[in-house]
C-alpha cells in the first residue's frame, strides 16, 4: 500500500481554517480519504477522492471541507473552513491503492474499505 505521512494538524479558534496535507509514497492510488476519530468515539469518514477526482463527503462537513490531491506531489489535502469545536479530532490519512473503484464512492467512508494509514495528525478547535 505504501506509507502515508499527515501533517498541518493545530489548535484553532472556532471559525478558523487548517489545510491538513498527506504525503503517500506511492502514486496510482484508486481512493483516499480522510477520517477522524476522538478519543472514545468510532473512526468516522470525512471525505474520499477517487483517482480521477470524485469526491463524497460525511454530511456534517456541510459544504465546509474540500478534499483535494496533487498528483504531481502524490500529497492528498483537506481544506478545513469554519472550523467548530465539534471537529477537534485526530485527523487520518487513508489509502487503498488497489480498491475496485466504485467502492469509492459506496464504500469510501467506512474505515474498513481502507489498507494503509498514516499516524494522524490532532486539530484542536477551541470554543
Known amino acids: 500500500q505504501g506509507q502515508l505521512m499527515e501533517s498541518g494538524g493545530d489548535s484553532v479558534q472556532a471559525g478558523g481554517s487548517l489545510r491538513l496535507s498527506c504525503a503517500a509514497s506511492?502514486?496510482?492510488?484508486?481512493?483516499m480519504g480522510w477520517f477522524r476519530q476522538t478519543p472514545g468515539k468510532e473512526r468516522e469518514g470525512v471525505a474520499t477522492?477517487?483517482?480521477?477526482?470524485?469526491?463524497q463527503y460525511a454530511e456534517y462537513t456541510k459544504g465546509r471541507f474540500t478534499i483535494s490531491k496533487d498528483n504531481a506531489k502524490n500529497t492528498l489535502y483537506l481544506q478545513m473552513n469554519n472550523l467548530e469545536p465539534e471537529d477537534t479530532a485526530m485527523y487520518y490519512c487513508?489509502?487503498?491503492?488497489?480498491?475496485?473503484?466504485?467502492?469509492?464512492?459506496?464504500?469510501?467512508?467506512?474505515?474498513?474499505?481502507?489498507?494503509?494509514w498514516g499516524q494522524g495528525t490532532q486539530v484542536t478547535v477551541a470554543s
Open positions: 477522492i477517487d483517482i480521477y477526482g470524485r469526491t
Open positions: 487513508a489509502a487503498e491503492a488497489s480498491l475496485y473503484l466504485p467502492y469509492c464512492l459506496t464504500r469510501g467512508l467506512q474505515a474498513g474499505t481502507f489498507g494503509a
Open positions: 506511492r502514486r496510482s492510488i484508486n481512493c
